[in-house]
C-alpha cells in the first residue's frame, strides 16, 4: 500500500530487460552495447597510455551505445579526476560527444559538467535526476549516494536538492537514505511539518523494510512505535547509546617521546587486529613501518576491505617520494589506494568497521608514531563514523585508484628517486 501517493511500482509494472530504444538515435535504433564494449575497451588502453582526455570521450561514447552500463559511470569519473589533476580545462573532445538535446544528451552533459567540478552539489543532483529519467538504476544508485554526502557537507545545502534525492531513494527502495535526505530538508526548514510527517511515514516504512513490525512501542526500530511517534523513538534509541547524552562514547589519547611513548602504535595495531570488514585509512603522510604494513596486510589477507586515501600532490615531495616507494607493500596483499585532486588535504582519519573511528594530529609515520607530540581523539559511534566514509566516498568519485600494476611500472630514474627517499623513512 503506497504511503502518502509514493507506493513503489508493482512487480508487474518493472519493463522487460531486453534493450530499450536509444533516444539519442532514433526511437527505433536499440543500444548497443557491443559497441559500447568495444569504446571502453579503447577508453582503458586511452587511460593507460596517460591520455584522459580522450578516455573521457571514448567513456562518453560508450555509454551513449549503452548508458546501461554501470560500470563505465566510475571509471569515467577517475578518467575526469586524471584530467584534471594534469591541469586539464574544458574537456573538448568529451563535449563533442554531446550533440543534441535528448534526455540521453542530457544525462552525459550532466555527468561531464560533474566530473569536472566534482565538489557542486547541484551538479551532483542534476546528474542523479537525469539517470532517474533513463530509468538506469545501478548508476542512480552509485550517483545519489554520493549526492546526498555532497549536499550533507554543503556550505549552503538547499532543501529542493534534497527533497529530489528524497524522492529518489523512495522510489528506489532505498528508504534508510530516503529518510537521511528528509532529515536533513528538515533542518533547513524544521517548521514544515508536511515534509516532518512524510520523514515520518518513511522511517516506518524503513523499519518494515528491516523487518521491525512486531517491535512495538519502546523497543528502538519498531514500525508501531515510528509511526505513533517518531520523536519518542529517537528519544529510545538515544537511551540505549553507551553514552546518554547527545555526545559519544570517545577519548582523548596523547602520544609522544615521553610516558605516552607507543600509545597511539599501540592502538592502530589493536584496531587493524579486531577489524572483520573494512578500514579506511586517510593521511596526507602515508610512511607505515614494517610491523604496521604486516598488521594491514594480515587485515587485507584475512578478507578485510582496506581503503587508503592519500594527497594525489603533497606538499612535501620528498615525503611523498618516499612513500610511493612503498605503495606496492600494500597493494600486493589486495589494500586499495587512491590520489585525491587539490586542494592539499591535511585531514588525518581512520575508520574501522564504520563503527569506530580516529581523528587527529598523527599521521602515519615514524616522525608521528615515536617522536611528535600528537593528540587524537577516538570515537566509537556508528554514526559518526558513517559520516566520514561518506565524506571519503565522496572524495573517491574524483580520486584516481593506484594499481600494482602502474606502481611497478614506474620508469628506472623514479624508482632510485623513490627508493633514496625511502632510506630516510625513520626521521620523516
Known sequence: MPIFGWGKKSESAKPESKAPANPAAGADEPYSPAKAESLFAYARQADERDNPEYAMSLWLSGLRA??????????????????????????????????????????????LAWS?????????VRATTAAVKLGLNESVKWLAERALALNAQADRPRKENLLNLMNIFHEAGNNELAVQAGELALRLDPADNNLRADVRDLAAQSSIDKGGYEQTTGQSGGFRSNVRDLDKQRKIEENERIVKTDEVAARVITDGPD????KLNWMLHGALGAARKSIWIATPYFLPDQPLIAALTTAA???????????????????????????????????????????????????????????????????????????NLEAYDPTFARQLVQHLETKLAAAHEVTLAEVNARPLPVRLLDGVARLFNPFL
Request: proline share 5%.
Open 259 to 262: 610516558e605516552d611513548l607507543d
Open 116 to 124: 569536472l567540478d566534482p565538489q557542486s552539489a547541484e551538479l551532483a
Open 66 to 111: 549503452d548508458p546501461m552500463k554501470h560500470e563505465a559511470v566510475p571509471a569515467f569519473f577517475q578518467s575526469a579526476a586524471r584530467y584534471r589533476n594534469a591541469q586539464g580545462k574544458g574537456a573538448k573532445q568529451a563535449a563533442a560527444v554531446i550533440k543534441g538535446n535528448t534526455d540521453l544528451d542530457k544525462y552525459l552533459s550532466s555527468l
Open 301 to 375: 589477507l584475512r578478507g578485510v576491505e582496506i581503503r587508503i586515501v592519500l594527497p594525489a600532490r603533497n606538499n612535501l615531495p620528498f615525503v611523498h617520494w618516499a612513500s610511493r616507494a612503498g605503495w606496492w607493500q600494500v597493494l600486493k596483499p589486495g589494500c586499495r589506494l587512491w590520489l585525491t585532486a587539490g586542494p592539499f588535504d591535511h585531514s588525518k582519519v581512520v575508520v574501522i568497521d564504520e563503527t569506530w573511528s580516529l581523528v587527529g594530529s598523527a599521521n602515519w609515520d615514524a616522525r608521528s608514531l615515536r617522536l611528535n607530540y600528537e593528540i
